[in-house]
């Protein structure tokens, strides 16, 4: 079956801290990546994607991930965090089909104290 | 530009009435896509439309649920004789084609609440 399990369900980190939040995939085929973020009172909005290629991706405001095929794992970093990062953030995981269907993680609330 | 709407936001109904939920998506995205979000939990999807037809209704639940989108634009999704248990975020994204290579752009949601 299709999964997409986040370790990490809340995390609390000093500004300038260094932010990983783990995402493992379970999927067949071949698979598509994406972490989402919803900052507070906002629409879910891309932080970046893997498709294919270099398996270190970066994204918007500093993000990046790094895709392990061999563990299954994508997982997302930022070297320092600001406060403006308290969000929740989403992995999401698609297949290369016609059908944009993604199957989201739970879900990692980040809160950055200023 | 406009982004994706919903409406409502709020939705309070009482348990075995009927609701819809309105998306708008992007002008000019031909596919929309609709998810539910529980509390605690990730997006799960729902319905994937391709211009006016559903082309993935896999996550649809039941049977009480049902989405249209007649024009290729405009999108209802229509829920029969509610259960406390629907009571979550209805999230509608929409994108400029389907695939997953097309970013999807979600709106704000209608949060659902069956009493």
């Known amino acids: 079956a299709q999964s997409v399990s986040q370790h990490n369900h809340h995390v609390i980190l000093s500004e300038a801290a260094s932010l990983e939040l783990g995402c493992n995939y379970s999927?067949?085929?071949?698979?598509?990546l994406f972490w989402y973020v919803q900052y507070p009172g906002q629409h879910l909005q891309l932080l970046l994607k893997y498709f294919s290629g270099d398996p270190l991706v970066k994204g918007i405001k500093g993000f990046e991930a790094e895709f392990i095929k061999s563990k299954f794992s994508f997982n997302l970093r930022k070297p320092s965090v600001q406060w403006s990062d308290t969000a929740e953030y989403f992995c999401?995981?698609?297949?290369?089909?016609?059908?944009?269907?993604?199957?989201f993680g739970q879900g990692t609330t980040l809160q950055v104290k200023p | 530009g406009a982004g994706v709407s919903q409406t409502p936001s709020n939705k309070v109904t009482e348990k075995g009435k009927y609701v819809e939920l309105r998306c708008d998506p992007i002008s000019g995205h031909t596919a929309l896509y609709w998810y539910r979000q529980s509390l605690g939990q990730g997006p799960e999807f729902l319905i994937y439309f391709q211009g006016t037809g559903a082309a993935d209704d896999s996550g649809l639940p039941n049977d009480r649920f049902f989405a249209v989108r007649p024009e290729g634009s405009v999108s209802t999704l229509k829920i029969q004789r509610t259960e406390r248990g629907d009571s979550a975020v209805y999230l509608c994204?929409?994108?400029?084609?389907?695939?997953?290579?097309?970013?999807?752009?979600f709106g704000p949601g209608t949060r659902l609440t069956v009493l």
């Open positions: 999927y067949g085929g071949t698979v598509n």
């Open positions: 999401a995981a698609g297949g290369s089909g016609n059908t944009g269907k993604l199957i």
């Open positions: 994204a929409s994108s400029l084609g389907g695939g997953a290579t097309n970013e999807q752009f």
